[in-house]
Every structure is written in structure tokens, then in C-alpha cells.
């Protein structure tokens, strides 16, 4: 796969270098994922005008009323789900520019991704063959329901904010397996992590977030 290193200025190597320093300075110690952020290109993600600001670490818009994720904020969910283990089966819920897509399809075995935006999840896939990935799956659906042919699953992660904390997903969950998901509290999000273990999910808040709500059919 293409390291993708193409770009001048703004794109360049010692640009992308300077925002892993910044991740590292904010708490993201995982090597894996520090190297992904590295090599994924930001910029393929954004529009073209927007293409100076991706590597600074702010969330900005793709269109229809969504965004991409700020880079630490990626790093941070995708560090909590894979807690320094290999994971094989990961479901996304909300590909949305497919920046985290990528970042995960880096890292694991298989990414199964779900969207219900359809000219976003187009052209998430298209970046992701252009960029060389061939371990993933797109499917155009509500995400709130997961993907539930092709679990259970060792990660989960929700790029959008639920209401509640949707069950359908806990259950879609293998035996140790983590989902990352923000969760609505009040005023605020919470970011917040949840292990199946053998007894029961335990939960564990994170930190607050701002993340775009989480959408499903019927709500």
C-alpha cells in the first residue's frame, strides 16, 4: 500500500510529524497508533480548500451537515479500543469521511463500516481503494443497529453521539470486546467505553466530547 507521501507545505512529512508530537504531548502512547495517524493522509479526507488545515488538530466540516473528527480525538477512540491488543473484526458506525476508517483498517484485521449518508459512504470507499486498503466493508444503513450479520465483533467504535446507549450494539459485542461510543448526558457528551465481560458490560467515562448525534430510523 502507498505510504501516500505526495504532498508539499502543508502535507508534508515534518507538518504530520508536528501533530503526532502534539498527540503525544496530549496523553496518545500507543505506538500502532501514533504510526497510523502518521501515514494516513489526512488531506485525501477533506476538501481540497480545506486541505491547509488537515493536519491541525480540529475537527472540520465534509459536507451534509457532518464532520471529520479531530486527530486527537481519533487517536484517543481508536487508542481505548484496541487497549494494546490485535484485533481481527471491528465495526465503524459512521463512516463518514472514512479518515477513521482508514486509521482503523491500518491497525486491524477487518473493518466492517456502516453509514447512512450514501454520497459520504461512496466516497469513503473510493479513498479507501485509491489509498490501497482492500480489508474493509461499506454497507449504506442506519447505523443505530450495527451490523449484525458479520458479528459478534472485537471492537465497536460510534463516530456520532447516541441518545442512550444503544443495546443492539452491547449485544453485537465478542466475550472482552470494547465499544467507544460518545453518549449523551444532559448538555453534554460523554466519551464513554464499555467491555463485555463475563458477568455483564462494565462502563468507564472517558472524557466529554462534541460529536454530531447519532441518527437511526424512526428518531
Known amino acids: 500500500m502507498s505510504s501516500h507521501w505526495d504532498g508539499i507545505g ?22 500502532r497508533v501514533l504510526e497510523a495517524m502518521l501515514n494516513v493522509p489526512r488531506h ?26 479531530q486527530p486527537y480525538i481519533v487517536a484517543r477512540m481508536t487508542e481505548a479500543l484496541l487497549a494494546g ?22 491497525l486491524v484485521e477487518e473493518v466492517y463500516s456502516v453509514e447512512r449518508i450514501e454520497p459520504l459512504l461512496k466516497l469513503a470507499r473510493r479513498r ?31 463516530t456520532a453521539a447516541a441518545a442512550e446507549l444503544p443495546e443492539a450494539l ?9 465499544l467507544v461510543i460518545p453518549v449523551a448526558q444532559g448538555q453534554q457528551q460523554q466519551l464513554q467505553l464499555i467491555t463485555r465481560g463475563e ?7 472517558l472524557e466529554t466530547v462534541n460529536f454530531v448525534p447519532l441518527v437511526r430510523d424512526g428518531y
Open 10 to 31: 502543508f502535507t508534508s512529512q515534518r507538518t504530520r510529524e508536528r501533530l503526532i508530537q502534539r498527540l503525544r504531548t496530549m496523553g496518545i502512547h500507543d505506538g
Open 44 to 69: 485525501t479526507f477533506v476538501d481540497e480548500a480545506l486541505s491547509s488545515r488537515a493536519y491541525e488538530d480540529t475537527a472540520l466540516p465534509i459536507g451534509h451537515n457532518q464532520t471529520i473528527s
Open 170 to 178: 452491547c449485544e453485537q459485542l465478542a466475550p472482552q470486546a470494547r
Open 128 to 158: 479507501l481503494q485509491d489509498l490501497g486498503y482492500r480489508n474493509f466493508r461499506f454497507k449504506l444503513s442506519d447505523g443505530g443497529w450495527g451490523w449484525p450479520e458479520h458479528g459478534p465483533y472485537d471492537g465497536i467504535i460510534v
Open 199 to 205: 458477568d455483564g458490560y462494565r462502563r468507564e467515562v
Open 85 to 106: 491488543r490485535a484485533l481481527g473484526r471491528v465495526l465503524e458506525v459512521g463512516s463518514g469521511s472514512g479518515y477513521q476508517t482508514a486509521i482503523l483498517a491500518a
